[in-house]
């Protein structure tokens, strides 16, 4: 099922816990490591009981070893708090130095990672994000994001 997709002129007009999550998703970019792309990546989820986890990217020296910010949150969360439920996932990225967001929408690596999350815990996970056209967008399912996803049914 294709879900609907929103798209905001200004994050003042988001609901006020999505706009919650896109300031925690801005301070996380503080703690990206990114030498490499310059491209600071912060992400932030919600969950269930209101617990707020954040993360950032991680590069490496190797290339294909960077991770971004959206995985690195949700494997900190499903390690962390393996029985709640996600609400909600923002991202927002700026190149270093630069106060200004710079568009950018979850790669479809990450796409895959957030609908399966949202498989295992058999809800929704909406996701906000700062969009190429710099509006923003806003997905009631991860579903929306990535249709005919991988997933673990390929198996049955
Ligand atoms: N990056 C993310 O953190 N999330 C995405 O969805 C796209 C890209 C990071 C990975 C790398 O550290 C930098 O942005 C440039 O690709």
Redesign the pocket.
């Given at each position: 099922m294709i879900s609907s997709i929103s798209h905001f002129d200004h994050l003042e007009d988001l609901d006020s816990e999505s706009k919650y999550l896109v300031h925690k998703a801005k301070d996380a970019t503080a703690h990206?490591y990114?030498p490499?792309?310059k491209?600071c990546?912060g992400?932030a989820l919600i969950l269930d009981d209101g617990t707020v986890i954040t993360a950032?990217?991680?590069?490496n020296a190797a290339y294909p070893l960077?991770?971004?910010?959206?995985r690195v949150a949700l494997y900190a969360k499903a390690s962390a708090h393996p029985e709640k439920r996600i609400l909600k996932l923002a991202?927002v990225?700026h190149k270093k130095n630069h106060k200004e967001l710079s568009p950018?929408?979850?790669?479809g690596?990450?796409r895959q990672v957030i609908l399966e999350f949202e498989h295992r815990q058999n809800k929704p996970i909406e996701v906000i994000m700062y969009g190429p056209d710099k509006k923003w967008i806003k997905v009631h399912s991860a579903a929306a994001l990535l249709p005919w996803g991988f997933g673990k049914e390929a198996f049955e």
């Amino acid at each position: 099922m294709i879900s609907s997709i929103s798209h905001f002129d200004h994050l003042e007009d988001l609901d006020s816990e999505s706009k919650y999550l896109v300031h925690k998703a801005k301070d996380a970019t503080a703690h990206a490591y990114a030498p490499y792309s310059k491209f600071c990546v912060g992400a932030a989820l919600i969950l269930d009981d209101g617990t707020v986890i954040t993360a950032a990217n991680q590069e490496n020296a190797a290339y294909p070893l960077c991770m971004c910010a959206e995985r690195v949150a949700l494997y900190a969360k499903a390690s962390a708090h393996p029985e709640k439920r996600i609400l909600k996932l923002a991202v927002v990225a700026h190149k270093k130095n630069h106060k200004e967001l710079s568009p950018a929408a979850c790669c479809g690596s990450c796409r895959q990672v957030i609908l399966e999350f949202e498989h295992r815990q058999n809800k929704p996970i909406e996701v906000i994000m700062y969009g190429p056209d710099k509006k923003w967008i806003k997905v009631h399912s991860a579903a929306a994001l990535l249709p005919w996803g991988f997933g673990k049914e390929a198996f049955e």
